[in-house]
């Protein structure tokens, strides 16, 4: 195990450039600072990464991280020179500076970078903490993996690797045209290939294997992109205090839902990255509406930041997108309401009430046509339910979906957050988007298979897994907030009803807080206490159940350690220019993934033209059919990977052409590893 941590590591590092670089130039030249830039990094980035993609797919301009910078480049100064060109500097507390002598602004701007960012102790701490849960998920994510090079033996893998392999080969990475490799015609619609743009950014800056280039950008998504997203989404809410930074920082390691299931299930690498973008994009979107004053930010760089965010959520999988529009909902109430107030003074009651009345109807109006259109054909929306109402409102209220073990603290942390809302009547539209986001996981994993469900949940196929890995979004926060109530009501009230034993409390309270180191330690202790009692039976019960996926065992369900052995030598055999046949139902096209040798059927569920449906249907009577072998040499399929009829879901997917071919005599036997074969065709010539 030690030696996958050394492998890696410097891969990890790469796909980490490639999801902070873009985005650190653009928000900082956007006016984030502090948690905000560092939150900001990632979700600008994805949005840069995936839109520079669409256009380089447009005007042919070669796929790399040189064309990706030189964009962020461009849009940074072009940000850089807007915001000199505005006529006046707002600081972070809305206050202008453009009338000030140039020593008094530059006095304003480094005080008001003080109160954003904290301290430097704060600081120090505050990274410390995101360190060590880095530190913690990328140990959790190597035990998933098992090795480097492992993959994850699910469905959904065949596409997602031989995807990243198609953008690596062609320089086509456009989420309107990466599906074409899919096609006979090299034509496909769109599907969202933000994911599938950063792991081929980190395999061309490393050179490494596919695979392994593949588990690098999960492991800095999901130990590096999704701490500091619940971190930004925190620090919005409640602000930068050292409790919120620690309790978001080691929340996020805390849920057995995500990052884990997304890792586990499908696999839905997708899913994983825009769900990891989507606390940071909540926490744009609060400060824009002012919903959340945590971070006090200029408004033109929450506005930036918010729309900034929204084409990297949106290209990572548009189901999170909508998850977006449907969860900030509330906070589109709150900020009406509080408009409402502001301008009642200048308006008058009744036309303020309705001229936000309109806008609130408006935004209802577009989510909902959004609803309808923003969504998979609704046959592939077949998942059932999977247990009653009752237990699925328990799973959602306690984290626990899927029937993986209860958090209890994390669930008692969410208890006292819900109170603490409801006692101080504050931060009211983020319990409502808890109760949307456990509302939308009881519909889809208890309420009868039909048309209301399928409106409610088909945005993500009926699967309950998918919105079962976006409870931790929205639990997280209002976690926070139940410690929050626990460090500023409950300890100070029990100290107060102790007597003189609390009088003794206090005056150590005082004097640690006077002192940095001191106050720096409690937070420390804190924060790995925290962490401590989320790592409890419900995590590992995730990571055992992920590891499973990923085992390369002579049992593993898409790629056994056989079919393993032969896809590595594969590239020594097959020449370069030579196509693949093979069922993908078996794991044999992985051979374009793992072995860099194009498949005729590079997909499970790839459209077959004319020509290759022949090959699969008569390939085995090349010796008799001169058309057959027309078709061999023009399309250089001359070599067969036969993985036997074990299929990945258990299924049987005959392909006539490709049947007998150890008793034929058109076919040579190549190379074999046990039960997995390599044939070539020898009746064709070539």
Known sequence: MPVIYAELAPLVCAAIAVLAVPGLLVSWAAGARGWTLAGAAAPVSVSV???????TGFVGLPWGMLIVTAVAVVLATALFLLRRLLPGTVTSQGVETAGALPRQRANVRRRERWKR????????????????????????????????????????NVFHLNAVRYIVDTGNASSLRVSGFTSSTGMGGFYPAAWHDVASLTQQLTGSTVPAAVNATNVAISGLVWPLSCLLLATALFGRRRIVVVTAAALSAGFSSFPYLMLDFGVLYPNLLSIALLPAAIGFAAMALRAAKGLEVPPYTAWLLAVGAVPGVALAHPSTLMALLAWTLPAVAAAGLALVRRWRGRWGMARSTVAVALGFAAYTVALLVAWKLVRPDEAQSTWQPIQGLAQAFGQALTSAPQGRPIPWFIFAATLAGIWAMLRHRRQLWLLGMFAISCIMFIVVSGYPFGPFRTWFTGVWYNDPFRLAALLPVAALPVAVLGFLWLADDVIPTVWNRIGAAGDRVRALRVSASRSKAASAAVALVAFAGVLLLTQGGTVSAAVASAAGSYALTPASRLVDSNEMKLLLRAGQEIPADNVVVSSPWTGASMVYAIADRKSLTPHIFSEFGADTSAILNRLNQAGTDPRICDIVRKMKT????????????????TMPGLVGMDTNPEFSLVDHEGEAKLYKVTSCGQ
Do not use: C, K, M, P
């Open 49 to 55: 990464i995936s839109v520079t993609a669409v256009l």
């Open 638 to 653: 001359y070599y067969v990977l036969d993985f036997g009829t074990r299929e990945i879901h258990g299924a049987v997917h």
């Open 117 to 156: 960012d904290g301290s430097g102790t704060d600081i120090i701490v505050g990274w410390l903490a995101v360190g060590v849960v880095f530190l913690l998920l990328f140990w959790r994510l190597a035990h998933i993996f098992g090795g480097v090079d492992n993959i994850s033996q699910t469905f959904d």
